[in-house]
């Protein structure tokens, strides 16, 4: 009788998952490619360790030299030439595998530590490490790059441990491990890949960010200008590169202002804003929803999350309080 193992359940969720964000944004993107790559890998585990398909033991440890850094690329949202330079672990991996098999079970679990380490670090900056995020996510975008920055230094546990277990004379165990951790710590990456919290704008029409220097008193100036006359936080679709662009203001001078000066990042900054925004609709007789939609925000998770936070209670309950 057939059988439907762990690996090929998660490859047909994450597989699913990346075909439905392709068709929600109309466009491929290093999210969607993670999220390929994920369900991918987690096929050919169980083609090669349950279904015993040797040709799939040597494409496993190629495919899974692609995870860490298309997630790496993926968090940076930000696809050049540069990514080149990211190829050179997969090619390492190849030139191993035809040389020195035996060298791949250090270069992979070296490769998801170094990667899941830079994506925690960045991370650990918060909203503003992400300039194509969406300011109204606040910091939800960057804790989930946290757990999956974790998810793939576990995933060099899982490695480490496969190894471990057939030095001592446990290779029995591999099987296990590789359900366990392999497969779960690619469940994880994936399924927190989908969050629409992750989703991000970029504006290749509006030009490059610019990168000249200005002083911080001037900036905080046109920031302050920039908010009254033009009130940027309505945007829905706002990012912190979209506004350094409106502004003419490199993206880690604005970030940096505004964090020096109101001890916040940029999306709570905004966030903030739109708050006020819509209680101001409120009082004038707006619902919750219409003044949610009109101060900038999009989702009613967003919108409630940001209002407790900045006002200390919930929406509905701070109207009631001005009737």
């Known amino acids: 009788m057939p059988t439907f193992p762990i690996p090929v359940f998660v490859a047909c969720v994450l597989g699913f998952a990346a075909l439905r964000l392709w068709w929600q944004r109309g466009h491929a993107s290093p999210i969607i490619l993670l999220l390929i790559l994920c369900a991918a890998q987690s096929l050919i585990i169980a083609l ?37 330079l990211h190829g050179l672990g997969p090619l390492t991996a190849v030139a191993a595998l035809l040389v020195a098999p035996q060298f791949l079970d250090v270069l992979l679990p070296c490769l998801f530590v170094v990667y899941g380490i830079l994506i925690v670090i960045s991370a650990k900056d918060g909203a503003d490490a992400q300039p194509d995020a969406l300011l109204a996510s606040g910091d939800l975008p960057a804790q989930i790059w946290l757990v999956i920055g974790a998810a793939l230094i576990a995933s060099a546990l899982s490695d480490i441990l496969i190894v471990a277990s057939q030095m001592a004379g446990y290779a029995e165990l591999r099987p296990w491990i590789i359900s366990m951790f392999s497969v779960g710590n690619l469940l994880i990456i994936g399924a927190l890949s989908f969050s629409p919290h992750l989703q991000t704008v970029t504006d ?47 993206s880690k001078s604005l970030s940096e202002t505004i964090n020096l000066t109101t001890g916040e990042n940029v999306s709570r900054f905004i966030n903030k804003a739109r708050i006020t925004a819509a209680q101001e609709a409120m009082l004038k007789g707006e619902t919750v929803t219409n003044a949610m ?21 919930p929406p509905s309950a701070w109207l009631a309080e001005q009737i």
């Not at 033991?57 to 298309?70: C, D, G, N, T």
């Not at 900038?296 to 006002?311: A, D, I, Q, Y």
């Open 293 to 313: 939609l009109l101060s900038g925000f999009n989702t009613k998770s967003n919108f409630n999350r940001e209002f407790l936070r900045v006002v200390g209670r």
């Open 204 to 250: 290749g029409q509006l030009g490059e960010t610019p990168t000249v220097k200005i002083a911080d008193t001037e900036i905080w100036d046109r920031i302050q200008t920039f908010m009254e006359e033009q009130k940027p936080y309505l945007d829905p679709d706002l990012t912190l590169a979209r506004l350094s662009r409106k502004m003419g203001v490199p």
């Open 48 to 84: 090669g360790q349950h279904y015993g398909v040797a040709s799939m033991r040597i494409v496993q440890p190629l495919v899974a030299s692609l995870i860490s850094p298309a997630a790496w690329i993926a968090y940076r949202n930000h696809v050049s030439r540069a990514n080149i």
